[in-house]
Every structure is written in structure tokens, then in C-alpha cells.
């Protein structure tokens, strides 16, 4: 699946922040979460580890996201994290008395992947302490994941994760479902699908399914039902395979041999 260079493709409206971040370890899984998800552009808010970008826990972690962390700016103030900026969500698992309005993950990404106009940022807090109050303040919406309300907490990248995906999934719309699981092999001619139709119909008469004096509607739906798989030649082999083993053991062996193809 190609995602859109156009500047207003979410992937490229995007900014994810960091606010005083103090395990290098977080930010790397973060740049990886981000990369996995297509999108690029972090920002760190005083992290507490000096130099985060070039630890070798950070780099560990990133695995393949170095470019990531090449790429983040670092910043000394939650304003010059959001500048550029015309919207900005909060993600705290706990609730604030004077809480901008709250939405799921869902919601917002769809929000922002239908809004072109929107050029947002997703701010996550320290691990262990969250956002402070301003920087939530900062924002116009505050996201709650709807985690076990038992074990609500989640790591710092696994939270980027959730949000990166929901994004990714609302700005790929129906181009991110994909039907295809593993091998895909030739799709059949016609020709060979109609005939392993007549190969079937002949061994459904052969065991009494069908009545070919009264067939009904047993061959057409049949098709319908075949149709929506999208048989693959092998497939069609197999299943003629399967109606010559049904004729081999219900006629003669000399009729089985002259069955129409």
C-alpha cells in the first residue's frame, strides 16, 4: 500500500511529542512504533536523559528506526513542541477537573484523517508522572485508551503504538483492509472454472444431491458462492480432483472415464 506524499496526508500532518521523557529506551521504541505505523516526525520536550537521541539504549531500541531519532528535534518548552501546530490532543490515563473534552483513539484519528486542515500533534507525558496540567491545557482534546480499568497503564511506547495504528488505519481507509493471506497463486481462466462447474454438478448428480430433473437454484448459488473467493487454478484443480474421486466411486469405472470435461 503507497501512502500519499501529498502534504496533507496525515502521515505527513502529524507530529508526535515527548514531553521530559526519562528512559532513552521509551523514545527508541517510540521511534520504532512510529516508523512501523509510516510516520516521522517526533519532537522531544526536555527529556531527562542528556544526548537521549544518540544513547545506545535508544538506538537499541529504535531497531531499524535510527532515522527517526535523526531526524527529532529536541525543544525546550511545550509552545515550541506545538509551533505549526493548529491542534493538539493529549494522551493521560488520568482525568483532569479541568479536562479539555475527552475522545478515544478512534475518534480522534478520524477526526484528523478526514480534517485536512488539521496539522496536529499526539503529546505523551513522563512515564511515571504523565503530563503536567499546562501541557494538557496546551491541548484541545485529552485522549483516554480504553485499557482494563484494573491495569490501565501502559508504556510509554506501547501508547504511541495504539495511537500510531488507529491513525494509520484512518488514513488508509479501505486501502488498509487486505484480503490476501500468504501465497497468492494464478487466478483461474474462466474457461477452466466453468468446466470444473460441470465436473462438480456431475458428481453432485452421482451421489443424489442434485436432481437434474428438478435442480433448483442448487448450481447457480454455487457459482455465487465460488465466485466470491476468487478461485485460483490449483483450486479449480482441486476440486475437480475431488468430484473425479466422487464419480470414481459412484459409476463403473469405464463410465467414470467418459465423463464430460
Known amino acids: ?26 523514545v ?34 529504535a531497531s531499524g528506526a535510527q532515522d527517526i531519532l535523526a531526524n527529532a528535534r529536541l525543544v525546550g518548552s511545550i509552545d515550541e513542541a506545538l509551533d505549526g501546530c493548529n491542534f493538539a490532543a493529549a494522551l493521560s490515563a488520568r482525568l483532569r477537573e479541568f479536562s ?27 512515564e511515571r ?55 497468492e497463486g494464478e487466478p483461474a481462466p474462466l474457461a477452466d472454472v466453468e468446466g470444473m462447474y460441470r465436473h462438480l454438478e456431475q458428481a453432485l448428480v452421482a451421489v443424489e444431491f442434485l436432481d437434474p430433473d428438478n435442480p433448483k437454484k442448487l448450481m447457480p448459488r454455487l457459482k455465487r458462492l465460488f465466485a466470491r473467493t476468487g478461485l485460483e487454478i490449483e483450486e479449480v484443480n482441486i476440486l475437480r480432483g475431488i468430484a473425479r474421486q466422487v464419480l470414481l466411486k459412484c459409476r463403473p469405472a469405464d463410465a467414470a472415464a467418459k465423463e464430460k470435461k
Do not use: W
Not at 515527548?18 to 529506551?25: D, F, H, Q
Open 100 to 126: 479539555p473534552p475527552i475522545v478515544r483513539p478512534r475518534q480522534l484519528a478520524h477526526r484528523l484523517s478526514s480534517e485536512e486542515s488539521l496539522r496536529a500533534a499526539l503529546v505523551f507525558g513522563n
Open 129 to 183: 508522572f504523565g503530563l503536567p496540567n499546562e501541557a494538557v491545557e496546551r491541548c484541545n482534546v485529552l485522549i483516554n485508551i480504553p485499557a482494563d480499568a484494573q491495569y490501565s497503564s501502559l508504556n510509554l511506547a506501547q501508547a504511541v503504538q495504539v495511537l500510531a495504528y488507529e491513525c494509520r488505519v484512518a488514513a488508509l481507509g479501505e486501502e488498509v483492509i487486505d484480503s490476501r493471506i500468504g501465497f
Open 28 to 61: 527508541g521504541a517510540t521511534a520504532r512504533a512510529m516508523k512501523n505505523m509510516g510516520f516521522s516526525d517526533l519532537v522531544l520536550v526536555n527529556p531527562r536523559v542528556p544526548d537521549v537521541l544518540k544513547h545506545e539504549e535508544a538506538i537499541a531500541f
Open 1 to 26: 500500500m503507497n501512502q500519499s506524499s501529498s502534504s496533507t496526508s496525515l502521515f505527513r500532518r502529524l507530529r508526535f511529542v515527548l514531553v521530559e521523557t526519562s528512559r532513552a529506551g521509551n
